[in-house]
Structures are given as C-alpha cells and as structure tokens.
C-alpha cells in the first residue's frame, strides 16, 4: 500500500527535485522541466481530490501549491531560474471524467491553475507548458483560462494536446501562446517541422506500435520524398 510521506521526507524531497537539477546540468542538460502534469507526484499535491494531507502540504490552494513553489524555487535557485520550466495539466471535466482521469480533476480548475501560474510568474521561470486532454471528446481549454494565463504570465507559454496545423496557428495567432507541442505527430513523421511547413501530408500513426520496444514505430517511420 502507498503510505503518506511525512512533512519531514516532503522537505527531503524538495532536496531531491534540487540535486536531480544540479545533477541534470552538470550532465549537459540545457534546462530542467518540473512534471507537475498528468497525475504525477506534484499534481497529487496540488489536487484537492488526491491530496489528503492535514500538514503545512494540504487543505487550502496555498497549501496545496506549497510543495510546488518549494521545488521550483528550490530548482530555480540551483541552476538559474532562466533554465527551469513548468508543466501542467489543468483538466476542464466534468465529475464523471475527472473519476476516470486519476481523480485529479479540480472543482475549479481556472483558479488552482491560476493561481500555479502566478507562482511561476513570480519565481520568474523560462516557461510555462500547458498539457491539454489529448483523447476523442476532450474536454476544451476554456478561452478566458487563456487569456488569464497569458495575461498572468511574462515567460514563454507551451500548449500540447491533439494540435493539427490549423489548432495550433488559432492558439498562436490569437497570442495565446508562444509554442505548440506535437507528440503523435511527432512519433509518425521524423520530419514534421518541414512537413508542416510545406503543407506535404503525414505519416498515419500505428497505435498498435507505441509501446512497442523494437525499431517498428520507433525509428523506422519514413521522411518524405516527393514524387519524381
Ligand atoms: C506514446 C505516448 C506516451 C506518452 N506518455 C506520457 C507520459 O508518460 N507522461 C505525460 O505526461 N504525457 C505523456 N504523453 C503525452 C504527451 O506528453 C503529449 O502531451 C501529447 O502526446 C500531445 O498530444 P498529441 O499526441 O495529440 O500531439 C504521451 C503521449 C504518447 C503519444
């Protein structure tokens, strides 16, 4: 059974975002992403449905968003606050979904998110990437959450989730954003950037390959070449 970690292992593990940073740069790393997305750790804090906790680290939003602002100023202040970026995943979904999804969906998501995004406005980070819900029938980022992000924002905004060209420059030419993710896209077409670019069509994606671990569907996805 998972057990709670004590408010004293919480601070050790603040520790450990910062020597993982440290750790990544010496390495050769450019920057550090803090994962605070898709039910991973930090979004168990920040999540009112998961986070039980009755320490310093649960309750109200500021609470919940305590362990996030710990590890970021804490990775921040190791490899400079120039090479940190943020990613999270604020679900718009009804109650039934957010059983689904991990139960990490908020009851106000516009206000946790946002109020995470100040948190990184005011530490100052490189960026901020914004996971949206990438299945059929996803639920859509609301436009004010939007406009409230970029407007609470100074750094660089990322979006990703089910992007075609057409989404993508919507949310770039309305300054939404600054950047646009493509994951199976990606996956399928070695060379999407001059794909897009050109308007040349894509590579289907094989599902069924994803979680593969052989050459198939990992490195075998052809470039383009124009017929003679
Ligand atoms: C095969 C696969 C595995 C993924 N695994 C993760 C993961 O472990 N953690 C995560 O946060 N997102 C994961 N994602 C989501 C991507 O980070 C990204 O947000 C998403 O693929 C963007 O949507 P798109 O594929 O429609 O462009 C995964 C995506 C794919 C296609």
């Not at 991973?40 to 919940?64: C, K």
């Not at 940190?84 to 139960?103: I, N």
């Amino acid at each position: 059974m998972p057990q709670a970690l004590s408010t004293e292992q919480v601070k050790e593990l603040v520790q450990l975002y910062a020597q993982a940073a440290r750790n990544a740069v010496e390495a050769g790393f450019d920057g550090v992403e803090l994962h605070c997305a898709n039910g991973y750790l930090v979004n168990q804090f920040i999540s009112a449905h998961s986070n039980q906790r009755t320490d310093e680290y649960g309750g109200s939003l500021s609470n919940r968003l305590r362990f996030l602002r710990e590890i970021t100023e804490a990775v921040a202040e190791v490899v400079g606050k120039d090479r940190v970026g943020v990613r999270f995943a604020p679900l718009f979904a009804s109650t039934d979904e957010a059983r689904v999804y991990l139960g990490l969906v908020e009851e106000n998501p516009h206000e946790t998110y946002l109020e995470a995004v100040r948190l990184m406005e005011q530490i100052g980070i490189a960026y901020v990437s914004l996971a949206e819900a990438d299945w059929d029938n996803a639920p859509e980022l609301p436009i004010t959450f939007r406009q409230a992000v970029r407007e609470a924002f100074s750094g660089l905004l990322m979006y990703a989730g089910k992007y075609s060209s057409e989404r993508a420059n919507k949310v770039l030419n309305a300054n939404w954003g600054d950047l646009i993710g493509f994951g199976r896209w990606f996956i399928a077409n070695p060379d999407l950037p001059a794909r897009l670019l050109n308007q040349w069509p894509l590579n289907e994606l094989d599902a069924s390959s994803l979680y593969g671990g052989t050459a198939a569907g990992y490195s075998d996805y052809p470039r383009y070449r124009p017929s003679l």
